[in-house]
T-cell receptor, first 109, second 114 residues
Framework: EDQVTQSPEALRLQEGESSSLNCSYTVSGLRGLFWYRQDPGKGPEFLFT???AGEEKEKERLKATLTKKESFLHITAPKPEDSATYLC??????????FGEGTQLTVNP | NAGVTQTPKFQVLKTGQSMTLQCAQDMNHNSMYWYRQDPGMGLRLIYY???????DKGEVPNGYNVSRLNKREFSLRLESAAPSQTSVYFC?????????????FGPGTRLLVL
């Protein structure tokens, strides 16, 4: 059974304090790893898809990386508007997405 | 583009009542999905439709039915609501014809069953 674990459950940062969120997974035959951002009371918003170990993608202050066992979402010099819950999901061959429970990020001004 | 839209935004039901959640997408996507999101459980797939005219069960299908009305619309029906179905329901769509791939979500329907 595919498993996705996100850590930490919650993270509080000061504005400008860089950090990383972790998504570790146990699957056979990864086809894709997805990162989403979810604001309170809203639906998940797509950020990145990573397909193979070593791949990296960037968007503004966010950078996602992928290894054979985990993915990191690096946040550089975060701003209060980066506060949200960040969700990770994996897809294996022929299967649906399996989501982690998310990391709730708070960035204080 | 509106993307994925859902109606209603909020609903309160009594145990045993029925209702239909509506979802529509204007991105010409082939696949559509219904998820529920509960605290501590993450997003769980209820049903999906990999293409117009087909539907398949997800992880938690019991107590739900779906209809892929056309390429744009995918509805979720609760025939006899139970308190365990209190949740936030999200519809999503994706361009491909499988059960995965990059999915785009609607704003959600918050359902309370008393």
């Amino acid at each position: 059974e595919d498993q996705v674990t996100q850590s930490p459950e919650a993270l509080r940062l000061q504005e400008g304090e860089s950090s990383s969120l972790n998504c570790s997974y146990t699957v056979s035959g990864l086809r894709g790893l997805f990162w989403y951002r979810q604001d309170p009371g809203k639906g998940p918003e797509f950020l990145f898809t990573l397909y193979s170990a070593g791949e990296e993608k960037e968007k503004e202050r966010l950078k996602a990386t992928l290894t054979k066992k985990e993915s990191f979402l690096h946040i550089t010099a975060p701003k209060p508007e980066d506060s949200a819950t960040y969700l990770c999901a994996v897809q294996t061959s022929g299967s649906r997405l399996t989501f982690g429970e998310g990391t709730q990020l708070t960035v204080n001004p | 583009n509106a993307g994925v839209t859902q109606t209603p935004k909020f609903q309160v039901l009594k145990t045993g009542q029925s209702m239909t959640l509506q979802c529509a997408q204007d991105m010409n996507h082939n696949s559509m999905y219904w998820y529920r999101q509960d605290p501590g459980m993450g997003l769980r797939l209820i049903y999906y439709s990999a293409s117009e005219g087909t539907t398949d069960k997800g992880e938690v299908p019991n107590g739900y039915n779906v209809s892929r009305l056309n390429k744009r619309e995918f509805s979720l029906r609760l025939e006899s609501a139970a308190p365990s179905q209190t949740s936030v329901y999200f519809c999503a769509s994706s361009p491909g014809t499988g059960a995965g791939g990059t999915q785009y979500f609607g704003p959600g329907t918050r359902l309370l069953v008393l």
